[in-house]
């Protein structure tokens, strides 16, 4: 069985500050991970993904994340937050490919001025 | 690369009627491919596994005789939601595993979703 807990449904930063997204997974067996961007009324915009590579991933728009198996963390960062980046984030975790995803309850993020 | 697209956007129907939404992979084969359904303001549910050429998986509590699953060929699946009820009514995305190519075989790639209305 499989798991992802996103902590905070809403985060809050202002336009050049650190963003940090949370999110936590459970996992029998070595997990892939994934962080996928919404935005309103469209459908899902791929982030980045771990899948037993390197740990630290660089994904698109200045996203990165981290694989902590001490921890079973996952946390989404990007250094300089920009009003574009305004969306809902959500962590999704899989156990390899070809399998389906579980995601977190999503976290919306707002960037203010 | 890596295109999904859905068709329609948005459909607004008669209570009993029957809608079907369908999901293209525009630029990759995809031998699987999923359905979702999102409330507002909460995550994706994952509703089917759809595998081409074969019957679809579907998640327990989703009834099969209500949300009609297709994968007649390697670029299309269908969901059709039979005598749709209001409480049909939601955010319906489907998503295809990447094949090979232009798409990665260890990631979903998401079609932009469709907005189901049963009146």
């Known amino acids: 069985a499989q798991s992802v807990t996103q902590l905070g449904s809403h985060v809050s930063v202002s336009e050049g500050a650190l963003v940090l997204l949370r999110c936590n997974y459970s996992s029998s067996v070595p997990p892939y991970l994934f962080w996928y961007v919404q935005y309103p009324n469209q459908g899902l915009q791929l982030l980045l993904k771990y899948t037993s590579a390197a740990t630290l991933v660089k994904g698109i728009n200045g996203f990165e994340a981290e694989f902590k198996k001490s921890e079973t963390s996952f946390h989404l960062t990007k250094p300089s937050a920009h009003m574009s980046d305004a969306a809902e984030y959500f962590c999704?975790?899989?156990?390899?490919?070809?399998?389906?995803?579980?995601f977190g309850t999503g976290t919306r993020l707002q960037v203010t001025l | 690369g890596a295109v999904v697209s859905q068709h329609p956007s948005r459909v607004i129907c008669k209570s009993g009627t029957s809608v079907k939404i369908e999901c293209r992979s525009l630029?990759?084969?995809?031998?699987?491919m999923f359905w979702y359904r999102q409330f507002p303001k909460q995550s994706l549910m994952l509703m089917a596994t759809?595998?081409?050429?074969?019957?679809?998986?579907?998640e327990q509590g989703v009834e099969k005789d209500k949300f009609l699953i297709n994968h007649a060929s390697l670029t299309l699946s269908t969901l059709t939601v039979t005598s749709a009820h209001p409480e049909d009514s939601s955010f319906y995305i489907c998503s295809a595993l990447g094949g090979a190519s232009r798409a990665s075989t260890d990631t979903q790639y998401f079609g932009p979703g469709t907005r189901l209305t049963v009146l």
């Open positions: 630029d990759f084969q995809a031998t699987t």
């Open positions: 999704a975790v899989s156990t390899g490919t070809a399998s389906k995803l579980t």
């Open positions: 759809s595998n081409e050429g074969s019957k679809a998986t579907y």
